[in-house]
């Protein structure tokens, strides 16, 4: 039963022990994040493409408030990815022009939000569009100095091995609200559209991470099993893994696909032999969860049990720490972070 589920839990780690405790989030700035498109805009088209740097700001509000100074509707505003509120984050936005002058853009005056580049696109940016996010984020804590060999040979480590692909905490909303909400939900609460919004994909991420706990304690989350769906690294792309070859080994070796799993909804498990008995047992005490998605006709879907940091890197000075790194979209900097440090923010 999802009230026996109670906090969310410690989720295995893949790498060892944290090295040191620190704190995060003193102040926004402390928490930096850059988005990287993957695309230049073409230069054309109704869309003004806009490159904002905000700070304490929801990326759905500044999204409003795009609206609001073109004097079009919020439909018209488009972004690829949410940004965390408390940070100092670059992204892009797009606006539909509302007449052929277009928008100055340089007149917008919303408190911690700044335009820093204009482009032109043919299209409406949308969710996931983008490629990747660059993270610069200080540790503090007093033991930080003493742990530095043992940070440097842990993100050596990383750099080498990937790390598991959980969702975090955030997912979950505050003490493990969202996932409340799905437990209303499934018992026959009806919910605003945004609210059911974050109870169905708190439910999947739960069972996700769930499934993601055990290949991490059986060894498996780097490597292929049979039944697997194998994803192409960095596509939405998979196909089936029938049988462990030597040559799907050495692809997965050299992160070239990745094990995936089940996004739980209709049509769960996606896996098939060993990997979904796996996936079954793994989520077997959370039948609430389970028949709550796929009740809802919430379609199954599939995510990389592994993803690969890039660009890792770290700056050790006697007051703070910098870690450096991009990750795909999707992935989680605080799933990095928890395979280093325990962290208090």
Same mark, same amino acid.
């Given at each position: 039963?999802?009230?026996?589920?109670?906090?969310?839990?410690?989720?295995? =780690?893949?790498?060892? !022990?944290?090295?040191?405790?620190?704190?995060?989030?003193?102040?926004?700035?402390?928490? &930096?994040?850059?988005?990287?498109?993957?695309?230049?805009?073409?230069?054309?088209?109704?869309?003004?493409?806009?490159?904002?740097? @905000?700070?304490?700001?929801?990326?759905?509000?500044?999204?409003?408030?795009?609206?609001?100074?073109?004097?079009?509707?919020?439909?018209?505003?488009?972004?690829?990815? +949410? @940004?965390?509120?408390?940070?100092?984050?670059?992204?892009?936005?797009?606006?539909?022009?509302?007449?052929?002058?277009?928008?100055?853009?340089?007149?917008?005056?919303?408190?911690?939000?700044?335009?820093?580049?204009?482009?032109?696109?043919?299209?409406?940016?949308?969710?996931?569009?983008?490629?990747?996010?660059?993270?610069?984020?200080?540790?503090?804590?007093?033991?930080?100095?003493?742990?530095?060999?043992?940070?440097?040979?842990?993100?050596?480590?990383?750099?080498?091995?990937?790390?598991?692909?959980?969702?975090?905490? &955030?997912?979950?909303?505050?003490?493990?609200?969202?996932?409340?909400?799905? @437990?209303?939900?499934?018992?026959?609460? =009806?919910? =605003?559209?945004? !609210?059911?919004?974050?109870? +169905?994909?708190?439910?999947?991420?739960?069972?996700?991470?769930?499934?993601?706990?055990?290949?991490?304690?059986?060894?498996?989350?780097?490597?292929?099993?049979?039944? $697997?769906?194998?994803?192409?690294?960095?596509?939405?792309?998979?196909?089936?893994?029938?049988?462990?070859?030597?040559?799907?080994?050495?692809?997965?070796?050299?992160? $070239?696909?990745?094990?995936?799993?089940? +996004?739980?909804?209709?049509?769960?498990?996606?896996?098939?032999? $060993?990997?979904?008995?796996?996936?079954?047992?793994?989520?077997? $005490?959370?039948?609430?969860?389970?028949?709550?998605? @796929?009740?809802?006709?919430?379609?199954?879907?599939?995510?990389?049990?592994?993803?690969?940091? &890039?660009?890792?890197?770290?700056?050790?000075?006697?007051?703070?720490?910098? +870690?450096?790194?991009?990750?795909?979209?999707?992935?989680?900097?605080?799933?990095?972070?928890?395979?280093?440090?325990?962290?208090?923010?």
């Amino acid at each position: 039963m999802l009230a026996e589920v109670g906090a969310i839990p410690d989720w295995e =780690r893949a790498h060892g !022990a944290p090295v040191a405790a620190v704190s995060i989030r003193h102040t926004a700035n402390d928490f &930096q994040v850059t988005e990287e498109l993957g695309f230049e805009p073409s230069a054309d088209g109704e869309h003004d493409f806009l490159w904002i740097e @905000k700070i304490d700001a929801n990326t759905e509000w500044v999204a409003r408030q795009l609206a609001r100074h073109a004097n079009v509707s919020s439909r018209d505003v488009g972004f690829a990815g +949410l @940004k965390d509120r408390n940070a100092l984050t670059r992204q892009w936005f797009s606006v539909r022009r509302p007449s052929r002058d277009g928008t100055d853009w340089r007149s917008l005056a919303v408190e911690g939000v700044h335009v820093l580049d204009i482009a032109r696109n043919a299209r409406k940016l949308r969710r996931g569009a983008h490629r990747s996010n660059v993270f610069r984020i200080a540790l503090r804590g007093e033991d930080m100095d003493a742990s530095a060999a043992a940070l440097h040979e842990r993100i050596d480590r990383i750099g080498k091995a990937g790390i598991p692909n959980y969702f975090g905490e &955030q997912r979950f909303g505050r003490d493990g609200g969202n996932l409340n909400l799905a @437990k209303a939900m499934f018992g026959g609460k =009806r919910l =605003r559209r945004d !609210a059911r919004s974050f109870a +169905l994909s708190a439910a999947r991420s739960f069972l996700f991470n769930t499934i993601l706990d055990q290949r991490v304690r059986d060894g498996s989350w780097n490597a292929m099993l049979q039944g $697997d769906l194998a994803n192409l690294d960095g596509t939405g792309s998979v196909f089936a893994v029938d049988e462990v070859t030597s040559e799907l080994e050495t692809r997965c070796r050299e992160f $070239d696909i990745h094990p995936s799993a089940t +996004l739980w909804g209709d049509g769960a498990p996606l896996t098939t032999r $060993d990997a979904a008995e796996l996936e079954n047992a793994a989520v077997a $005490d959370y039948t609430e969860l389970t028949e709550g998605l @796929k009740n809802a006709r919430v379609e199954a879907a599939s995510r990389p049990l592994r993803v690969q940091v &890039q660009n890792l890197s770290v700056q050790i000075s006697e007051n703070v720490t910098w +870690l450096e790194f991009r990750l795909p979209k999707g992935a989680f900097a605080t799933a990095l972070l928890r395979e280093i440090v325990s962290y208090s923010i």
